[in-house]
């Protein structure tokens, strides 16, 4: 159905809009710009903030521009005296509730309440500070989230983050008046909730409200200490986000400056989870290849399908609270990251002669969630911790600029060897859709001796950013060892975001839907959006960065993970084979239900 | 400006005149166009405070093409001072069923809910006895509409009709933006006319008298009579229906002590006015309008204490979602606070008031929008009060 179109004026000057579009983005068309807070491209409008106020003809109140929706003949105002003076009010009582501590806080320099200060120079306080005691103890139960309700400015921007785009709702608001405040249910600390660590609300969060847990301490300290041997390892959808914070515009690949700079902070051994993507889909592919089997030819009725990915730490935790029936179906396979940490202190130390006790090894993750990951009981086969600290993107971009690197004219550097190399098809395990790629990549090969039948391996109908994506695909002229699949159809789902997740595992759950294989990221976009990544964020944002890890994969000599020639020697010369008893100890999991409160 | 000298009416709560089935039946013989043009011709204004005209709002929502539409009595009677909607509930519920069952048909709706503040829990089994019998009766008329009762849970700005809708459709009761109003999207977000007990009552009695006899009471702006709560320094507190358009001095020689400082007119969020305004402050609409509430202080009583409850009110009573009523609240009662105790120069009120004048346009609902008018009317006539 076309829409109407709305002739308004915005400070005088004319424009013609769809019906529905709101006042903001009607200016915003004409590039004027209104300052916002609540509102967040990625949720629905709120309204709340009451900072977007413009001025409508004919209208005794101020409207909120991103919850007005324009009308024929209006006449806005955006930047009218009684416009300035309310916004600023606005601002400054925004102000006496929130604890500008400005100095020391992660968000210093990216806080939007900051910009929004300055530019209405506001400076000493005129109102009466209102900030509580006992909202200033931080909590930081969690691993991976600290809360500090003293810098919170009530947008709930992390409120519809938790509901609208992830379905957990570990965030709520409670009470009223002056007593409301974002919190958990029955006020409990964040690691005693539902919360799966995912940090979308850090994401979205306008100030320093809500965010990562940091241990960039700890880790100088590691590197500082002589008797440590750090090694590192970088995901994949760092790589083309890491810039964003240090002067790149979004979508800009640094690997090579990123290997740099880790090698200047002092990091001993410079590797790339990438490797154990690799590894994963080795691993993940034979078990569902082996499932397969179990159901198709053994008809065997205990075999839990269709499989999922277990990858997303953020997934991880939420299926153990809201779908622990479907924890069969996870794929055993530990996360990059735990397969990487296993490995790093069991084969990597015996290569190396480096005792596993002294070593340290740090991830750099786009994830919040992979800070509680690796600290899960279960993940500790190399006899120690697997890994150490993990830190998201943010914090390494922190780390550079507190090292002094002028990172954007770093030279290029090569990662170290062993665990060091990778194909195109670890990179977009960044990406959405990029493990189901990966996976369809190898398992086809293996199946029928040939390549996917996509252009160039390119598996176009598992990318983008929909919500959740499905694809089938028939498997012909098979060899002969795997004859059991001739004709097999197979059937296979893409979401992320866990709203999605949980959209797919109810029409599994309800019989809508049947699939063999469905991949889950806990973050919109997969990886590159994950919250553990430059803010903001945005769909814009998210999509430069998954083109920046496709065109990473397009660029790379090898594209299929069981072509890496450091896996197969891994595989040569210390696991065996996919599956076997090693692989077993060191690379696969079991995962237990969690109560929903 | 035409003025109408006080006059104690009783249609409101006269029930041997009134027999809600008969206007019932009387009125359901008509077309619900015909119903509606007289409620717009009788000029009768919502009851609660706004004064939205109601039968407008009724030929909106009848306009809307929707297969569910509801009506919904706002019985959330929460305003300081008001006490008239539990007395009519208590009193003559069945006209507020009859008005209900009227506004359904003129506009359309099956179904419509009475939204009972939780305080009044104590009359809801007496409530659903006989709105068990009114439905029956309507049953037996096979008149396809049936009334509902819902509670509230005791938050002042459930009676914020867009908050109402929230927290009967079991979320937290926040006001939404606007638009889309009730009449398009409102309970579950169909089509809705939301009316005050009290506006419910006079369309019962405009439907039994005909818009005429309720025009002749009332001036132009404000037609009718209206239910007024009255309590305070007065030596006849109570419930009295009064005719609009009354100058403030008549109604304080009726109901003051003799000594009557000030009248604090519409609640809380009403306007306070003090002896020198009596004369020149009218009771309506073009006036002052009023959900009913009139209290009256007498020179025993600090208008800074007075001023300091109702802005601890409206800072435990804001939702908390809107930065200028969350916040503004705060600092309206912690400034005069600080003004009092002398760690902020009187100077500091003319900050306070220019934040109050952006609260009134920069809220997002009725509450925030509305504490200037307490705010600016006790600081402007009884600044000294406030300070020394």
Redesign the interface.
Known sequence: MSKYLVNLKVNNIPVTVEEGTTILDAARKLNFHIPTLCYHEDLTVAGNCRVCLVEVAGSRSLAASCATPVSEGMEVLTNSKNVRSARKNVVELLLSEHNADCTKCFKNGHCELQTLSSEYQIGQHLFIDLVKTKDKIVDISSPSIAKDDSKCIRCQRCVRTCSELQAVGALAVINKGDHQRISTFLNKPLSEVVCTNCGQCINRCPTGALTERSYIEEVWDAINDPSKHVVVETAPAVRVALGEDLGFEAGERVTGKMVAALRHLGFDSILDTDFTADLTILEEGTELLTRLKKALVDKDEKVSLPMFTSCSPGWIKFIEHMFPEYLPNLSTCKSPQQMFGALAKTYYAQKKNINPKNMVCVSIMPCTAKKFEAGRPELRDSGYQDVDYVLTTRELAMMIKQAGIDFMKLEDMEYDSIMGESTGAAVIFGASGGVMEAALRTAYEIISGRDVPFTNLNIVPVRGMEGVKEAKVMLKDVKPEWGFLEGVEVSIAIAHGLANAKKVVESIKNGTANYHFVEIMGCPGGCIGGGGQPIPTSPEIRQKRADAIYAEDEGLPLRKSHENPEVQYLYKEFLGEPLGHRSHDLLHTHYKPRKRY | METKVIKKVDTIFDVVECNYIQVLEKTLAKTADEIILDIIDSGLKGRGGAGFPTGLKWKFTKNEENAVKYVICNADEGEPGTFKDREILDRVPEKVFTGMAICGYAIGAKEGYIYLRGEYNFLKQDLQMKIDLFNSQLADRDFDFKVFLRSGSG?Y?CGEESALFDSMEGL?GEPR?K?PYPTVAGYNLKPTAINNVETLVYVTMICRMGPESFKALGTKDSRGSKVFSVSGDTPTPGIYELELGMPLNQFVDEFGDGDTKAVQVGGASGHCVPRKKYNDTIIGFEGIPTGGSMMIFNSTRSMYNVLHDYLEF???????????C??????LL??IE?VKKGDKKPSYLE?LK??AA?M?????CGLG?SVSNPFNSIVDNFREEIIY
């Open positions: 938050a700005i937290r933006n638009p409206f800072t435990e009573e804001s939702c908390g979602q809107c930065t200028p969350r916040v503004g609240c705060q600092q912690k400034g600080a900050d220019k934040l952006t009134k346009i920069a809220s997002k929008q």
